[in-house]
């Protein structure tokens, strides 16, 4: 079993083929950031938001200087309609020192959905 085979069910619209392969790659690989990335979108993709979120925060915990982990952390918590918990996330991604840009632009929709178009329009900017 390898990523690969997962990563053909996934575009085979497979996904909870690809997610039995990628949770047995997990059983053999309980650290690997690759398979851990990948059961989180696998999950998301069926809807299953807090597995993708405890799967991301595996990831984060080896380490969490990743912008475009918190990125993804960021949809799935307003997906889960903790937007709250979104835009502190994301807020922490447009702080790094090398922030993935959709993180800038999450913060921008979020400060629109708040009415902040001043925010708004200096992080669109």
């Known amino acids: 079993v390898n990523l690969l085979l997962g990563d053909i069910q996934t575009a085979q619209r497979q996904p909870e083929l690809a997610l039995s392969t990628y949770r047995a790659l997990a059983e053999a690989n309980p650290d690997s950031a690759s398979v851990l990335m990948r059961l989180a979108q696998t999950e998301h993709m069926l809807g299953r938001?807090?597995?993708?979120?405890?799967?991301l925060r595996r990831v984060l915990a080896d380490n969490p200087d990743q912008p475009g982990v918190l990125a993804v952390l960021a949809v799935v918590q307003l997906k889960r309609g903790d937007e709250s918990a979104a835009l502190k996330t994301a807020e922490r991604c447009s702080a790094m020192e090398k922030p993935a840009g959709i993180c800038t632009e999450f913060n921008g929709d979020l400060a629109t959905r708040r009415k902040d178009f001043e925010s708004a329009l200096a992080l669109y900017a």
């Open 49 to 55: 938001l807090d597995a993708s979120e405890e799967h």
